[in-house]
């Protein structure tokens, strides 16, 4: 597959990744070279990657504990001293393999330690891929809080090798599956039909989908790297799955980002055909493909208020107001909408009807 040419980096493919990650070792001659994982990176990703970089320039593994309660500030704190104690200089290099935590809490590691190092993300789910690697968005949780302290800042390089696809349980993929969804939902009304039939749809083209949904994201960012226009678009489904991510995160059973996306996505599509958007046979058609893949959750009383609270915490907000995105017939968006506290109760109502 072709690369593709972000603001900034490229993003490369399979074998050709490894032949660009290697020129840019050469090129840019690291004094030393820092590879984070978790602990299941370390063991099913690192073996495969570790003999592709073909370099005599020092390597140090640095391994974390995986899951989404390990981004926060004092995970950031114990890898900068760890640099530091490892001899980290400005001409060192951080590669992030691994999901979507590993690529937002390594870019924010590397984008402020000793005011900036680079950094390379190698991605190796299906939702590190298709998002969380790719647009120069780097951060930490605040308590519970999503993405709440955090910079933009772009790698040196992406690298995508799907064979570490091959590694993630299903649960994990379908994950992903949520933000390839939503491309196609705000910006490409044909790659959304994709979809539609999933008992028909042929995961031997997993990379052609893969490649689009990251062409749609870049394409997006391309236009306004720094959120103040169009990339806000990105955001349809997050207001409130973010919300209902934060309030089940410490839970018996916290959800997948792309789980508490997708949720996102069909309370966020009711809010759009109630404001006169989203033609009703449209969001029939989202919230029955959506439920169809990642069923249905339960809401109490108390969850859904304690979700409306959280949205006020959403780094779209201004001057105090929710703002969403909002779907304008599949394939186009609306963005700065806001919503009465009565409409999203609905669609929760609607939800669990």
């Known amino acids: 597959m072709q690369s593709i040419q972000a603001n900034g980096y490229s993003i490369h493919f399979n074998e050709s990744g490894y032949v660009a990650i290697h020129e840019i070792l050469l090129e840019r001659n690291y004094s030393s070279i820092f590879i984070l994982v978790d602990e299941n990176t370390n063991e099913f990703c690192l073996p495969k990657f570790l003999p592709q970089l073909a370099t005599e320039i020092p390597i140090e593994i640095i391994e974390i504990e995986a899951g989404e309660g ?13 640099l530091s104690d490892l001899g980290a200089d400005r001409k060192s290099l951080l590669i992030n393999l691994g999901g979507g935590v590993i690529t ?12 900036g190092i680079d950094f390379i993300n190698v991605p190796t789910t ?18 519970t809080l999503k993405n709440q302290i955090g910079v933009i800042s772009v ?11 091959e590694t993630l349980p299903q649960i994990q993929m379908r994950s992903g599956l949520a933000e390839m969804l939503k491309h ?5 009304k044909n790659y959304w039909n994709q979809f539609l039939d999933l008992s028909n749809l042929n995961f031997d083209d997993l990379d052609a989908l893969i490649y689009r949904s990251i062409e749609i994201k870049n394409e997006i960012v391309m236009q306004d790297p720094t959120e103040n226009g169009i990339r806000k ?17 410490e839970s018996a059973t916290p959800l997948l980002h792309g789980e508490a996306i997708a949720i996102g996505m069909i309370l966020e599509s009711y809010i ?39 949205l006020i915490h959403d780094k779209k907000n201004e001057y105090g ?27 929760f109502d609607d939800y669990e009807s």
């Open 70 to 82: 390990m981004k926060n500030i004092s995970t950031c704190v114990e890898i900068w001293s760890i």
């Open 104 to 115: 937002d809490l390594g870019g924010f590691i590397a984008s402020t330690f000793k005011r």
């Open 126 to 143: 299906l939702l590190g891929m298709v998002d969380a690697s790719i647009g120069g968005k780097n951060g930490v949780d605040l308590g």
């Open 155 to 165: 790698p040196q390089m992406v690298l995508l090798d799907t064979d570490f696809l």
């Open 184 to 188: 196609g939902l705000i910006f490409d």
């Open 233 to 249: 678009a990105l955001n349809f489904g997050h207001t409130l799955g973010h919300a209902i991510e934060s309030q089940f995160l």
């Open 272 to 310: 759009s055909k109630e404001q006169n958007m989203l033609p009703k046979v449209e969001f029939e058609e989202i919230k029955k493909t959506l439920l169809a893949l990642f069923g249905k959750h339960s809401f109490s009383l108390n969850d859904k208020k304690a979700i409306q609270s959280l």
């Open 321 to 347: 107001k929710v703002q969403f995105a909002l779907i304008n017939s599949i394939g186009t968006i609306m963005l700065n909408q806001e919503a009465s506290n009565e409409l999203i109760m609905r669609s």
